[in-house]
């Protein structure tokens, strides 16, 4: 059965972590993207994310491989929450196995990038004052590669935040 990366239900963090799977790691790095109450100063009081399942999930898993590859890293798993979320729900969670802890914070923060940056997961922001919108920006960027030198950074805020 092939384990999800999306999940349509709240996303429990300690089944990703694989405690004693991987002895040889030292490494483990965890990030959890969670709904704030604001965007660009807006009152946000929920989210709802869609997405094309398919390829999101296809996008995520591809993610993972290119992570590990990349990184010699033996273990990544990604899981992207979608539907409504309220303030503090857990959005996306990524946690990363290596051999020491350099490897694993790269390598999990280039695979939220490239999760944020490429699969197609759409944020629809709901306000305080009843409006709504989604968050400006599309999921699918040219100008992020998964086998290039290095994550652009100068898109790593606001606009497409995931949490």
Sequence with gaps: MERAVLSHHPVAIDPLLELDAHPECGGLALFVGTVRD?????????????????????????????????FGVPYVRIVHRLGDLVIGDVAIACVVRAPHRAEAFDACRYAVDAVKHGAPIWKEEF????????????????DFDTDAPSVPHSHSHAHTSHG
């Design 38 to 70: 604001h965007h660009e100063g807006r009152s946000v009081i929920r989210l709802r994310y869609t997405a094309h399942e398919a390829l999101a999930a296809k996008t995520i898993r591809d993610v993972e491989e290119a992570t590990r590859r990349r």
């Design 127 to 142: 306000y305080a004052d009843g409006s709504s919108a989604f968050v400006e920006g599309c999921c699918i960027r040219d």
